[in-house]
């Protein structure tokens, strides 16, 4: 590997964070949500760190599923999305795959079928969900079919928003709705996992936890043992001194008000480092923070390292991980951290501790 840039993977971190949702919501089971190639991670990876820890992996996607059958991934697999077709429908029963219903739709297609299968019911996102006026007729009509309906669940809008009244208001249309079903709840996200105990039920589904990320802008005691799983590190790969009025990279969006050095990184927007990242955006090098400088460029950043004489070409460079936290970098960019874990792209290798 001649160019340095890489995301460095701390599967043992991975584990950590699973474990701490387990100590926050210890009456509940949890499921482990790994979509999107675990948020940035390596799905196949982060399935095998998890494996004897997990009895559910959440997925979005039947593709997704079908990986984690074909490397041989044994826990059972929730397709988070659910289906469009009767053909998925016979893809999941014939590899074992759970299917959320959140249409009634599914009810037609799922019948005759060796399915199973969650509820998700909608109280108030109104993104997916069946009406809760409905819930009961459709479970009854998926168990009529064959379908072994495990769970009803639902999904919470604005559980990392501790000021507003709608996660309480969730809360207590899901308990109005469930209050006749007999079956495991799940309501709890990582944010709700985190701050707000109520919603715990039956099953929680931390998602970005798990990668050590906090879903929440603000300070809260819980997230302070979340590991970071993900470092994103590059190089030092130039070094110029420039003289007050120079500016720096595309459009000279910054320039010097001193005499100033600057370091150059191989990291840019074609690896997934936020090309709207602004001037001040913190770098770790050689044990201290730097500001950003310049406009992010497709394959390097610049740095103002001025008042940090020791570096040097070729010194190690953290863009977001223990030292960075990668919520910083995103609020920087005007993103969040989501975009950022899940937009690194493949050209950068995933390493695996």
Same mark, same amino acid.
């Given at each position: 590997?001649?160019?340095?840039? @890489?995301?460095?993977? $701390?599967?043992?971190? /991975?584990?950590?964070?699973?474990?701490?949702?387990?100590?926050?919501?210890?009456?509940a089971?949890?499921l482990?949500?790994i979509?999107? &190639?675990?948020?940035?991670?390596? /799905?196949?990876?982060?399935?095998?760190?998890?494996?004897? *820890? @997990?009895?559910?992996?959440?997925? @979005?996607?039947?593709?997704?599923?079908?990986? *984690?059958?074909?490397?041989?991934?044994?826990?059972?697999?929730?397709?988070?999305?659910?289906?469009?077709?009767?053909?998925?429908?016979?893809?999941?029963?014939?590899? $074992?795959?759970?299917?959320?219903?959140?249409?009634?739709?599914?009810?037609? =297609?799922?019948?005759?079928?060796? *399915?199973?299968?969650?509820?998700k019911? &909608?109280?108030?996102? %109104?993104?997916?969900? /069946?009406?809760? @006026?409905d819930?009961? +007729?459709?479970i009854?009509?998926?168990?009529?079919?064959g379908? $072994?309906?495990?769970?009803?669940?639902?999904?919470?809008?604005?559980? &990392?928003?501790? &000021?507003?009244?709608?996660?309480?208001?969730?809360?207590?249309?899901?308990?109005?709705?469930?209050?006749?079903?007999?079956?495991?709840?799940?309501?709890?996200?990582?944010?709700?996992?985190?701050?707000?105990?109520?919603?715990?039920?039956?099953?929680?589904?931390?998602?970005? =936890?798990?990668?050590?990320?906090?879903?929440?802008?603000?300070?809260?005691?819980?997230?302070?043992?979340?590991?970071?799983?993900?470092?994103?590190?590059?190089?030092v790969?130039?070094?110029?001194?420039?003289?007050?009025? +120079?500016?720096?990279?595309?459009?000279?969006?910054?320039?010097?008000?001193?005499?100033?050095?600057?370091?150059?990184?191989?990291?840019?927007?074609?690896d997934?480092?936020p090309?709207?990242?602004?001037?001040?955006?913190?770098?770790?090098?050689?044990?201290?923070? =730097?500001?950003?400088v310049?406009?992010?460029?497709?394959?390097?950043?610049?740095?103002?390292?001025?008042? %940090?004489?020791?570096?040097?070409?070729? +010194?190690?460079?953290e863009?977001?991980g223990?030292?960075?936290?990668?919520? $910083?970098?995103?609020?920087?960019?005007?993103? /969040?951290?989501?975009?950022? *874990?899940?937009?690194?792209?493949?050209?950068?290798?995933?390493?695996?501790?």
């Open positions: 590997m001649q160019r340095m840039t @890489a995301a460095h993977i $701390d599967r043992e971190a /991975i584990r950590e964070n699973f474990a701490l949702t387990r100590t926050l919501a210890p009456g089971q949890a482990a949500v979509k999107a &190639d675990a948020y940035g991670h390596g /799905i196949l990876p982060v399935a095998e760190a998890l494996q004897d *820890l @997990a009895p559910i992996f959440g997925v @979005a996607t039947i593709d997704e599923a079908l990986a *984690l059958r074909e490397a041989g991934i044994p826990n059972s697999v929730l397709v988070l999305e659910g289906v469009t077709t009767v053909e998925a429908c016979e893809a999941a029963q014939a590899h $074992d795959l759970m299917l959320m219903v959140h249409a009634k739709e599914h009810v037609v =297609m799922m019948s005759g079928m060796s *399915l199973s299968a969650w509820v019911v &909608d109280t108030g996102m %109104h993104r997916l969900g /069946i009406n809760a @006026a819930l009961n +007729d459709v009854e009509r998926l168990q009529a079919g379908v $072994d309906v495990q769970a009803v669940c639902t999904h919470l809008a604005c559980a &990392d928003e501790l &000021d507003k009244t709608t996660t309480t208001e969730q809360i207590e249309a899901f308990g109005r709705c469930t209050a006749t079903c007999d079956l495991p709840l799940s309501i709890a996200n990582s944010a709700a996992v985190i701050a707000w105990p109520e919603s715990h039920a039956d099953w929680i589904r931390p998602g970005i =936890m798990l990668y050590g990320v906090s879903p929440f802008t603000s300070d809260i005691d819980a997230v302070r043992g979340l590991q970071p799983a993900m470092t994103l590190s590059s190089e790969i130039a070094i110029r001194e420039i003289q007050a009025g +120079d500016s720096v990279g595309y459009g000279a969006r910054w320039t010097s008000a001193r005499a100033s050095v600057i370091a150059t990184i191989a990291v840019g927007y074609a997934g480092y090309r709207h990242a602004r001037d001040g955006t913190p770098v770790y090098i050689g044990g201290n923070v =730097m500001p950003l310049g406009t992010v460029s497709m394959d390097m950043i610049t740095v103002d390292v001025t008042d %940090h004489p020791n570096v040097s070409l070729g +010194d190690p460079v863009l977001w223990r030292n960075v936290p990668v919520n $910083d970098v995103a609020g920087h960019a005007g993103m /969040i951290s989501y975009e950022l *874990l899940t937009g690194v792209t493949s050209r950068v290798p995933r390493l695996y501790a």
